[in-house]
């Protein structure tokens, strides 16, 4: 007898982040995301003690981080590992988007194995490996829009765009020999592309999917009611950029592209000029590329930010290759102390040292346009940040909009794709989805990690 079609969860299972997801049908085996989680390891790893890039997948292994297959990691990732090395196993690798709680672990997987994912994310995937190199460097990369339709062996794969906090974000419905599968990717409503979400959702109910894999980073035992929209953030930004007396600086995820937008419009309001890291700036200038993205102009509506290195001479030897453009036309630590109330400078916190070089006047304004901490390692930071931000003198503001849909919005979504059976990753509480239920007419089944989920009725 012919088996139906299975999916196995080796990651996102009870866990926020570390989406990993095996799709198997006669014979042909799919990887949906391989990411990493953002707990991984973090009983046995953590700055101070990290993986061996020697030991490839083995220090890995060793904690259970990665699933012990075969066929499906590269030979240097296995060497010294017990798992034996053989030929690809695994017919793809499929992406929802490009945050490394999806892709992250991907630089195991064997190169032989292709990976599709959307232009927009082959897009960031070649500006950070012309610069801090991606994971997925070395597969061959196939790509996709809404509206294509790509098939590996039985599986028909219909991307359909999301809103997320980054550009290029994608669910699925997946046509199997056993019924349609909708794989929600990382989603939310309130972003500036809401409307794209909301045709992911259209599209997905049509196809009356069997069974539906869907996030719920924000479903809780309490809903959190508090659901800023990136135009309220905006708002708030204008207002406190506006009332700022010398320079703003804040922290936020560089390829969050709605956000550079925000600030951009921010400055544009005030009179100031945004200021990017030259990692910022490659990303921004590769996303010209996408027509349908509203891209900032590096040089003509934000100025990059040039930092000392080795020598402390701007020297062309000192930088990478794809950071040399930006030497003539960057802005220094002096040429911002100089122009301080026309700055807002865009500073990830390990790039924080820089303040010891531009010396800003007290009483500036610092925005962390960030997630708040919600574990102890974020704590840390936190605290860090707040130090920082102190020892200058500034002003501390945390602005922010998810990049996820509140809990209720996920029930909405769940209750209107209505599917025969629904599957919650990507989530702390998958059994709390049972509140989403308004009639029996569907069954949760929480995912264990490397149990089979059948499509069998
Ligand atoms: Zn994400």
């Known amino acids: 007898m ?7 969860c080796y990651g996102g299972v009870g866990e926020i982040g570390g989406n990993k997801f095996i799709l198997k049908d006669k014979g042909v085996k799919v990887v949906l995301d ?45 060497q010294n590992t017990h ?38 994310t082959s897009l960031i995937h070649d ?19 809404t509206g294509d339709k790509f098939t590996i062996g039985p599986l028909e794969f219909r991307p359909v765009h999301v809103d997320h906090s980054i550009p290029g974000a994608y669910g699925f419905v997946i046509h199997t020999s056993g019924g349609a599968i909708a794989y929600t ?43 800023m929209s990136e135009t309220a953030v905006k708002m708030e930004a204008v207002k406190l950029v506006k009332g700022a007396k010398s320079l703003v600086f804040s922290t936020f995820r560089g390829n969050d592209v709605d956000r550079v937008n925000t600030f951009f419009d921010a400055c544009q309001a005030s009179e100031r000029r945004l200021v990017v890291s030259m990692k910022v700036a490659v990303l921004l200038e590769k996303l010209r590329a996408d ?44 040429d911002i102390r100089k122009r301080q109330g026309k700055v807002f400078l865009h500073l990830e916190a390990w790039n924080f040292p820089e303040l010891i070089d531009i010396r800003p006047e007290r009483g500036g304004t610092y925005i962390h346009a960030a997630t708040e901490a919600f574990n102890e390692e974020g704590e840390k930071e936190e605290t860090l940040i707040r130090n920082w931000v102190e020892h200058v003198g500034f002003h501390y503001a945390q602005l922010h909009a998810s990049g996820h849909a509140p809990g209720s919005e996920v029930g909405e979504l769940v209750r209107e794709i209505s599917a025969k059976k629904v599957v919650p990753i990507h989530t ?7 509140r989403f239920d308004s009639g029996g007419t569907w069954t949760l089944e929480p995912p264990l990690k490397g149990k089979a989920i059948s499509l069998a009725p």
Not at 2 to 8: G, H, I, S
Not at 88 to 111: K, M, N
């Open 127 to 145: 500006a950070y490996s012309g610069s801090t190199g991606s994971p997925l460097d070395g597969h061959s990369v196939r790509r996709f829009r």
């Open 428 to 434: 702390e509480h998958p059994e709390l989805f049972a």
């Open 83 to 120: 798992v034996r090395y053989s030929e690809p196993e695994y017919d793809a690798v499929v992406l929802s988007h490009y945050h490394s709680d999806h892709t992250g672990r991907i630089e195991y997987v064997d190169s032989k194995i292709p990976v599709y994912c959307g232009e927009t």
């Open 185 to 227: 990717g990382d989603f939310r409503f309130h972003g500036p592309a809401g409307s794209m979400t909301r045709d992911f959702v259209r599209s997905a109910k049509l196809e009356k999917p069997r069974l539906l894999l869907t996030e719920g980073t924000r479903v809780g035992p309490t809903d959190d009611a508090s659901n």
């Open 34 to 78: 391989f990411g990493t989680g953002f707990s991984d390891g973090s009983d046995y790893y953590d700055p101070t003690i990290s993986p061996r890039g020697v030991n490839g997948a083995g220090d890995l292994f060793e904690f259970d981080l990665l699933p012990q297959l075969t066929g499906l990691y590269s030979e240097e990732s296995l």
């Open 291 to 334: 027509k349908r993205l509203r891209v900032p102009r590096v040089g003509r509506d934000v100025d990059v930010y040039l930092r000392r290195k080795r020598t402390g001479k701007f020297d062309d030897s000192d930088y990478f290759t794809w950071e040399r453009p930006f030497i003539a036309r960057g802005v220094t630590a002096e």
């Open 2 to 8: 012919l088996m139906p079609p299975r999916l196995f």
